[in-house]
């Protein structure tokens, strides 16, 4: 091989543009930056001008000019060689090719980044209240200064509207009290941050009442107080949350309305049939904490038996009626046993609270059921009926009426 040819070989290319930058990036270490990039970096040296800080790169970054008077003195004072800080970048390739950067920025994008971060996870967090206007509350976050509106304080503080000449006195009290508040919006961009005592309260009640739910049992036996009825039942408080006592668990006997058994502001006695954490509902009763009346029905009635009944309800099959003296147990008389040929409407027989005198049909204790019959027992006044021990059930198609009236 020849000089020439050798020397030409081994010559190396011209290296330009990218190419002298990837060169660069493989022989000298170092991360690359991004103008608006937040970086960790050590103190190198701390001077009146200048702070150098060591993040990472090809050459230290500082921060000079401008940045210096931003800092807060008492930051200034005590930072030294060797403290890790958070560094905003500036200019990744100042005019003397340094990384121009500002410890101030930092702490701002710091600061919004918390602030969406609690934002998010909807905490609630406590700050002191600087100053006050004629609108609401200014709290200071890290460096950020965030805004209660007057409509986003708790209800319990009375503040009159922002019209009244009132209010600004109001809210200056305030100043130098520390809140229970929660942010609801951060706006970067718009240099917004919002903060509400409503919504922390809202919150925090929101989790006692998760708690709360958490800690009830099915089966349990709490107290509580009727905080309201309605139509369909009872709330009843029970510290921490309100349970419902649908109008069928209110009692044994038959309930119309709660009012006739309940008042708002009584204390009772209730146990726990289900929990929905989900869509956080508990389902109270009252009556499972009493004997079953229905149990022992069966020793008390039986077919043949005459009683007295007071008609309870109507339906287009039949009446209900309940015994009377006995007034948890609730029979049916089915249309074909409330007189002798066709009935159109039970309401051409009876009415409701009319007390009548009926013969059992059957009993049936596990289906909380008793068939009873009016037309068996026209005529007769059932206190001179002999004991039941001794009557004799009577035989007619009427015996099966009960069973079949609830199919229609």
Not at 71 to 87: I, S
């Amino acid at each position: 091989m020849s000089y020439d040819s050798y020397h030409t070989s081994a010559s190396p290319e011209p290296v330009e543009g990218d190419s002298l930058a990837q060169l660069l990036d493989e022989y000298l270490p170092g991360v690359r930056l991004k103008r608006g990039q937040v970086v960790r970096g050590t103190v190198l040296r701390v001077s009146a001008e200048v702070i150098i800080i060591d993040v990472g790169a090809k050459c230290e970054g500082t921060v000079g000019g401008r940045e210096m008077e931003r800092l807060d003195p008492e930051v200034l004072a005590q930072l030294k060689p060797g403290d890790q800080v958070m560094v905003y970048v500036l200019n990744p390739e100042g005019p003397c090719g340094e990384i121009v950067l500002s410890l101030a920025r930092a702490q701002l994008e710091t600061d919004w980044e918390r602030a969406r971060a609690l934002l998010e996870k909807r905490e609630v967090i406590e700050l002191e209240v600087v100053s006050s206007n004629r609108g609401g509350l200014i709290v200071q976050l890290g460096r950020l200064r965030g805004f209660i509106p007057a409509s986003q304080l708790s209800p319990s503080r009375c503040v009159p509207r922002i019209s009244d000449p009132s209010c600004s006195e109001v809210l200056a009290q305030l100043v130098e009290t520390r809140l229970q508040v929660r942010v609801i919006e951060a706006d970067q961009e718009r240099n917004r941050l919002i903060l509400s005592e409503r919504a922390a309260e809202a919150h925090q009640e929101e989790e006692r009442r998760s708690q709360f739910l958490a800690s009830l049992r099915e089966g349990e036996v709490r107290r509580g107080r009727v905080s309201n009825l309605t139509n369909f039942g009872a709330f009843v408080n029970l510290g921490g949350v309100d349970g419902l006592v649908h109008l069928s668990e209110i009692s044994w006997k038959r309930v119309d309305h709660p009012n006739e058994v309940l008042e708002v502001g009584q204390e009772v006695e209730v146990t726990v049939l289900s929990v929905d954490q989900e869509r956080q509902r508990v389902a109270l009763s009252m009556k499972r904490l009493e004997p079953d009346p229905w149990t022992t029905v069966g020793e008390r009635y039986q077919a043949g038996q005459l009683v007295e009944g007071r008609i309870t309800r109507l339906t287009r099959w039949g009446a209900f009626a309940c015994i009377v003296g006995d007034e948890a147990i609730e029979g049916l008389i089915h249309v074909s046993e409330l007189a002798e040929g066709r009935v159109a409407h039970p309401k051409d027989v009876v009415e409701p609270g009319q007390v009548v005198t009926l013969r059992v049909v059957r009993v049936e204790p596990e289906r909380h059921r008793l068939a009873l019959s009016l037309r068996q027992a026209a005529g007769i006044d059932w206190r001179a009926e002999v004991p039941m021990t001794r009557q004799q059930p009577q035989e007619g198609p009427a015996t099966s009426s009960f069973g079949g009236a609830l199919q229609e």
